[in-house]
């Protein structure tokens, strides 16, 4: 299985950026997919979570600001971020619970795609 992550680029404060993260491989099933990101220095925080009912959960610092969604036809989790700010910049990663056989689950991660926002 594997997660390919885009998206993420140079972008002045109070932009956006939506980033698309595609699961492809040997794929049973997905359960909760999501974003987490790591700024330099810092340890990996959650960003958000979406189960595969389509249930949310956000980290504090994006709530009202960032929008998770999914395409299950697709294998493919999005991370719509509005109103960014320079401590936004991080490298993102995508994860994915993934369901590979009748019993055999594993969490997937991307590689990572990074988000600048300038002051």
């Known amino acids: 299985v594997q997660l390919q992550a885009s998206g993420g680029g140079l972008v002045q404060s109070g932009g956006s950026l939506r980033l698309s993260c595609a699961a492809s491989?040997?794929?049973?099933?997905?359960?909760?997919m999501g974003w987490f990101r790591q700024a330099p220095g810092k340890q990996r925080e959650l960003v958000a979570t979406?189960?595969?009912?389509?249930?949310?959960n956000y980290g504090d610092s994006v709530k009202g600001r960032f929008t998770v969604s999914r395409d299950n036809a697709k294998n493919t989790v999005y991370l719509q971020t509005n109103s960014l700010r320079p401590e936004d910049t991080a490298v993102y990663y995508c994860?994915?619970?993934?369901?590979?056989?009748?019993?055999?689950?594993?969490?997937?991660w991307g590689q990572g795609t990074q988000v600048t926002v300038s002051s």
């Open positions: 491989g040997s794929i049973f099933s997905i359960n909760g």
């Open positions: 979406i189960t595969g009912g389509g249930s949310t």
């Open positions: 994860y994915a619970d993934v369901r590979t056989g009748l019993w055999k689950r594993n969490d997937y």
